[in-house]
């Protein structure tokens, strides 16, 4: 009994403190995380090129594509700043949004909720021949 009990306060504690994923580079491998916030917020989630898959279980988020100067939050706060092209996608609830993340972009979350906001994400390489550009489906 106490060696399962041990085993799930280490499992929890470990789930509890690892961190939490934001901008990551590029590469051949699928790449996955959780974007957790509370709030007004924008936050870098993945490089390009790739294909996200984001999906949230309440609505207050959109997604957006900006250009990546570092990948970080930064360049997602500045792509909101000076307008241009900028149209987040909104997030639907129980719903999976995609997207397409071209090289030299950065893929961007941003809410407008009082309540906690999570964003499960899945990021899929992409080639210079993928061409989908936006798709939300149930």
Aim: glycine share 10%.
């Amino acid at each position: 009994m106490k060696t399962i009990t041990l085993a799930l306060a280490l499992t929890s504690t470990l789930f509890t403190f690892a961190p939490h994923t934001s901008a990551h580079a590029a590469g051949s491998a699928d790449r996955r995380g959780t974007v957790d916030v509370t709030g007004r917020t924008v936050r870098a989630v993945t490089t390009g090129p790739a294909l996200l898959h984001g999906y949230s279980g309440f609505s207050g988020g959109a997604i957006f594509v900006a250009p990546a100067v570092a990948g970080t939050d930064a360049d997602c706060s500045a792509a909101l700043a000076n307008g241009g092209n900028i149209r987040p996608m909104p997030l639907a609830a129980d719903r999976v949004a995609h997207v397409t993340v071209g090289t030299g972009q950065v893929a961007c979350l941003v809410t407008d909720t009082r309540r906690p906001f999570e964003l499960l994400w899945h990021a899929f390489p992409l080639t210079s021949s993928d061409t989908l550009l936006a798709s939300a489906k149930r």
